[in-house]
């Protein structure tokens, strides 16, 4: 990145103020020129922008919250931007249940909901300022509005965003401090105080950690399980530009791509041009490297022979992220081997997918895949005893080549609502509404010597994103090929 210095290169005197936000390397602001450029501005329209598309959606959010927890005070931080290296900044992104709750995705801001002496809360939302008199609109290289763009402001935040009051982050850390001390506040006068903790060290920081902070960031995350029509709109949208993702790298694997970091580059533009970002670390694994869960280094050269298991998402501007895995043969033909670990992994998803129906477990889909999994590894010669064994409690020695479960709520985060309790999540039910994942896999290490020969190295993933309905449940993804001969053809198709 190019490093742009300050307003003057010009020396000035040694004695001269360094202006917020300034490094080492800055010059210096004389006081004639903070003058100058403190002046001159024209002022800010006093017209307000309409409510964001959907508000009346996020209103409804707050509104739930509110009813849970009547009385108290419930403080939902933003987060703030994450240090990469010295002074620049990872992009930066607002905590989910923030973003959930009220659209915004400004760094540093907090939603703090204030109970009414009538009942129901007072939304209020902390936010930056927009001023021309203060030096460090043009000095504070990350928060400066000459540096980073323009905010919102206080009355355009609350006109926008539909919340009750927008106040300036400045009056915050009082504010925080009070609620913590019981002290008086704007609206809440020693009321019961939930903290959502692990977004802001600021709010952590606050007080120790109590249960009743646990619990409220468990119902934050149960509130985002099942999805409204617009999540599923959003989710939808990535769905589609992660498809197009795909077959960007595979029309790249014809013309230009030969190493893992191409596959990566590649999908990560299409990310960037339809959306926010990518929503994970994309895995681009080629050959035995499928066989380590979390690759992405992605630093190594495709093997023509070998497969290609690409597991990447699209995280639209509304941070709902996509998560799909396709394993592809890089020649754009499985072999004999290859084919047949793969097939008996779209096996196992296609009746997990199957068993998938309101009132189902959650971990049901699971067992369904597993069972397909061991009794396939039994016909295979791999398992080294009768798949009814290998899936005991007890033994579940089918693991070996497993190793994870094949679903995982998806929505805001591709692991999303991890904060839910597990008898609601993973002990708990399927409902309609409900995102999840069916991603069943095999890996067969390189020097696992229970495997022949023939299939070490081989590593295959399908994962496909489906919603919970009435009448079992929708593959949102179906439009992307998952069967062996529909991908061969899906390759073929796009490299005529």
Not at 220 to 247: W, Y
Not at 315 to 329: Q, S
Not at 339 to 355: D, P
Request: with cysteine; net charge negative; glycine share 8%.
């Amino acid at each position: 990145m190019q490093d742009k210095t300050s307003p003057s290169s010009a020396p000035v005197s040694p004695s001269a103020a360094a202006a917020p936000g300034q490094g080492s390397h800055d010059t210096d602001v004389p006081p004639a020129l903070k003058e100058f450029l403190l002046s001159g501005w024209r002022p800010f329209s006093p017209d307000l922008p309409p409510p964001m598309p959907h508000a009346e959606q996020f209103v409804a959010r707050r509104q739930r919250l509110s009813a849970r927890f009547p009385g108290e005070v419930l403080v939902i931080p933003a987060g703030h931007e994450k240090l990469r290296a010295n002074d620049t900044y990872f992009r930066f992104r607002p905590g989910s249940d923030f973003y959930y709750l009220t659209g915004s995705q400004e760094a540093d801001s907090v939603l703090v909901l204030e109970p009414l002496p009538s009942g129901g809360h007072r939304s209020v939302l902390y936010a930056e300022p927009v001023t021309r008199d203060d030096i460090s609109f043009f000095s504070d290289r990350n928060k400066g509005e000459l540096w980073v763009g323009r905010r919102m402001g206080l009355d355009h935040s609350r006109a926008h965003f539909v919340v009750d009051e927008a106040r300036s982050l400045k009056q915050f850390d009082l504010y925080l401090r009070g609620l913590v001390a019981g002290a008086p506040t704007a609206g809440a006068t020693g009321r019961p105080l939930r903290l959502l903790r692990g977004i802001s060290e600021k709010v952590d920081a606050a007080r120790p950690p109590n249960k009743e902070d646990t619990d409220f960031a468990a119902f934050c995350s149960e509130l985002r399980l099942e999805k409204d029509v617009l999540e599923l709109e959003e989710l939808q949208a990535v769905i589609d530009a992660t498809a197009r993702g795909f077959e960007d790298v595979i029309r790249g694997l014809r013309d230009h791509i030969r190493t893992e970091r191409e596959v990566e580059v590649t999908f990560y533009a299409r990310a960037r041009t339809e959306g926010n970002d990518v929503g994970y670390g994309t895995i681009a694994a080629g050959g035995a490297h499928a066989c380590v869960l979390h690759w992405t280094r992605n630093d190594t050269p495709l093997d023509p022979t070998e497969l290609l298991l690409l597991d990447a998402g699209v995280e639209g501007k509304a941070l709902y992220t996509a998560d799909i895995t396709r394993t592809l043969p890089v020649s754009g033909k499985f072999s004999k081997e290859q084919r047949e670990i793969y097939e008996l992994v779209w096996r196992s998803q296609q009746a997990a997918i199957a068993s998938i129906r309101p009132g189902v477990d959650f971990m049901e889909p699971n067992k369904v895949a597993m069972k397909v999994l061991a009794e396939g590894l039994e016909q295979l010669g791999i398992l080294p005893m009768p798949a009814a064994e290998a899936l005991a409690q007890e033994k579940q020695f089918y693991r070996r080549y497993s190793l994870h479960n094949i679903s995982h709520m998806l929505g805001i985060d591709v692991h999303d609502c991890a904060k839910a309790r597990r008898e609601v999540y993973k002990y708990g039910p399927l409902k309609v509404g409900m995102v999840l994942t069916v991603e069943p896999g095999l890996y067969f290490q390189l020097d696992d010597l229970t495997v022949p020969e023939r299939y070490r190295g081989i590593g295959v993933r399908i994962e496909d994103d489906v919603v919970v309905t009435e009448g079992g449940c929708t593959n949102l993804s179906t439009k992307i090929p998952s069967q062996a001969d529909e991908v061969e053809d899906w390759m073929a198709r796009l490299w005529a």
